[in-house]
């Protein structure tokens, strides 16, 4: 029997994530914009954003899942690019959320309540489906992969956006920068997380989990080459003052920048896996 650390996990069952959903402000983020972007969080989503457009390219139909969507900050650009979306997860909080945040911003999409493990959808639903920060909560995730290509159409494009627990990433360098900002704003305090189960793994596990649900032309790279400075980077993630903002973004900006120019052109937000926030993985269902 295939146990998720979502369902029977102590430290990660779907009631501590709907906990996490229902009780932080950070929660109402969407980390979402149509222009440049004012925080670090939106110019990351911003840039995940572009890092898929080589893979969605390759597709002929426009209709895409989300899978433990929380807020929906990335499927957000898949329904200003004109999609046909929809979302899906556990927390009936976190739908909420992500429901009220489109409405705001003019979206639109359907909001599902359900499980990965069993996903309320026929087969061959779907030209996409992708996760962020899903994959790595379960100890075993096969049936996580198994499900998503089910409901994907032949030919359809599968993206785990994986975010495992990597001490020597490139935050290491930088987590002197976020203990300070906690004493220079003791008054802000850091956001209280519900523990929930986090695997340490590479892509290895995960490419052989999809080479085994049918899916080729398989890709991995890290992800998301640059530190996340805040009093409390902890689930939902809590932002520093705009202006703060403002000047790392900026800086951010400069770096990619710098990276492109001395990688010859090639994708600035994607690296090493170890050196990166988290891991990019995709691959398209056979067509037979």
Not at 272 to 288: M, N, V
Request: hydrophobic letters at 40%.
């Amino acid at each position: 029997m295939k146990r998720s650390a979502l369902t029977v996990e102590p430290a990660g069952d779907g009631a501590r994530f709907h906990q996490n959903w229902h009780s932080q402000q950070e929660a109402h983020y969407l980390h979402w914009t149509r222009g440049e972007p004012a925080n670090q969080v939106q110019l990351a989503f911003q840039r995940h954003w572009h890092s898929f457009q080589p893979f969605l390219e390759k597709l002929q139909g426009r209709r895409c899942l989300e899978v433990g969507c929380g807020r929906g900050s990335l499927s957000a650009y898949f329904a200003d690019a004109g999609w046909d979306c929809t979302l899906l997860d556990i927390s009936p909080k976190a739908i909420k959320l992500a429901r009220k945040a489109f409405t705001q911003h003019g979206l639109e999409a359907v909001f599902n309540t359900g499980d990965c493990l069993n996903l309320p959808y026929r087969e061959q639903s779907f030209d996409v489906c992708f996760s962020i920060g899903l994959l790595e909560h379960f100890r075993e995730f096969d049936r996580v992969i198994d499900e998503q290509v089910r409901v994907l159409k032949p030919g359809g494009l599968f993206i785990g956006y994986i975010v495992p627990h990597i001490p020597d990433n490139v935050q290491h360098e930088y987590n002197w920068i976020c203990d300070l900002l906690k004493t220079m704003a003791p008054e802000r305090g850091s956001v209280a997380k519900t523990p929930v189960y986090r695997s340490d793994a590479l892509s290895a596990p995960y490419l052989q989990s999809m080479a085994n649900a049918g899916l080729v032309n398989r890709f991995h790279s890290g992800i998301y080459p640059l530190p996340m400075i805040s009093h409390s980077i902890d689930f939902p993630f809590t932002l520093l003052p705009d202006a703060a903002e403002a000047v790392l973004v900026k800086q951010f900006k400069r770096i990619l920048n710098e990276r492109q120019i001395i990688s010859g052109g090639r994708d600035p937000w994607l690296c090493d896996e170890r050196e990166g926030q988290a891991i990019l993985t995709c691959g398209y269902k056979t067509e037979s």
